[in-house]
């Protein structure tokens, strides 16, 4: 009885070994087939954004890596929900991708619901990169370092005014984590543009705004705001005397606005690792890379289980502002 116990015992062992060996073939024979027809990649607002020219830079020379095309597909509505929605419902089958963008993360205080859970219902691909934002004071206010600013906060609190093209943008998000970062009390100004802001910015209607770097140069060599900061983790070349603003004691993260690709939580993966190589050679390429700097975009692979992190721990701060700021949901 015993040998037949044994029998038995190796039988079932033999059997697991069998299924997990013809698992294991199966995966790698699909990431090897893989990709067989050209791949769908929702981006959930319209064409013309900067993550929207990103992943057009990108995605053509990724599709010759891979032998296959990339159709980008513009899906706005619902603040970018309804394109994000589309993708977690979509199979994983690694023919369905989301451009995810920053404005993924805000979401969660955005709206009082959504229709997916941000983290668990979508497995993060390959980070695109993002666009580092400078910290710009009004001329002719006496603000000529971060410190400047932060003592008139605090010597007046909620007198100091900070500029945004609207609640839950951008600018909102990177004004309010610069605040509470400092302890400060100021009071938001929401904007219906970035021209409006700008305009009131340099007539010293508000005392600062954070942008992205590139649209800030212009404005610093026409005179009309003062840098102060720039979020990049290194000084700029470009401005080599800005310090960062981890250097002045208020580490916000390099990128406030950023972009990558996502796809329905279980994709398989050797898909998603494959994706994911692909898109790292394509960032590195010295035409792409060049392409991407010269808007103001730094691109900034990493493995896919870095950027599931990145994503995570972006959602987090983001509901932690969400309480601290009480920001109020749109819907």
């Not at 013809?22 to 993550?51: K, Q, Y």
């Not at 938001?188 to 910015?201: I, N, P, Q, R, T």
């Not at 070349?237 to 990558?260: F, I, R, V």
Request: positive net charge; aromatic residues 6%.
């Amino acid at each position: 009885m015993g040998l037949v116990r044994k029998r038995g015992l190796v039988g079932k062992r033999g059997a697991a070994f069998i299924i997990l060996a013809t698992i294991m073939a199966a995966n790698t024979g699909l990431a090897d087939e893989w990709p067989s027809h050209p791949i769908r990649v929702v981006s959930p607002f319209a064409s013309g954004t900067t993550c929207d020219i990103v992943a057009r830079t990108v995605l053509d020379p990724a599709g010759s890596e891979i032998k296959q095309s990339f159709v980008l597909e513009n899906r706005p509505g619902g603040g970018g929900t309804l394109g994000v929605a589309s993708v977690v419902k979509a199979a994983p089958d690694g023919y369905t991708l989301l451009l995810a963008t920053s404005a993924m993360s805000a979401a969660v205080i955005l709206h009082k619901s959504l229709p997916y859970d941000t983290v668990r219902d979508l497995e993060p691909v390959a980070m695109l990169g993002g666009e580092p934002s400078m910290l710009m004071a009004a001329p002719g206010k006496g603000y000529a370092s971060v410190a400047d600013l932060i003592a008139a906060a605090k010597a007046n609190p909620g007198a100091i005014k900070f500029g945004s093209v609207g609640v839950g943008s951008a600018s909102h998000i990177a004004g309010e984590r610069f605040s509470r970062l400092a302890g400060l009390t100021v009071t938001h100004v929401a904007y219906s543009g970035a021209a409006e802001a700008l305009a009131d910015l340099g007539a010293g209607h508000i005392d600062f705004y954070l942008i992205p770097v590139t649209p800030a140069l212009p404005l610093i060599t026409q005179g009309k705001a003062v840098p102060l900061a720039v979020s990049t983790a290194a000084r700029l070349q470009s401005l080599s005397g800005l310090p960062t603003l981890k250097e002045s004691g208020y580490p916000l993260p390099a990128y406030l606005t950023w972009c990558g690709l996502a796809a329905p939580a279980k994709t398989p993966p050797e898909i998603v690792r494959k994706l994911n190589e692909t898109i790292g050679k394509v960032l590195n390429l010295p035409a792409v890379r060049t392409k991407l700097l010269r808007t103001g975009f730094q691109p900034a692979p990493m493995p896919p289980e870095d950027y599931a992190r990145f994503v995570a721990d972006d959602v987090a701060a983001m509901m932690k502002l969400g309480k601290e700021a009480h920001i109020e949901p749109l819907d």
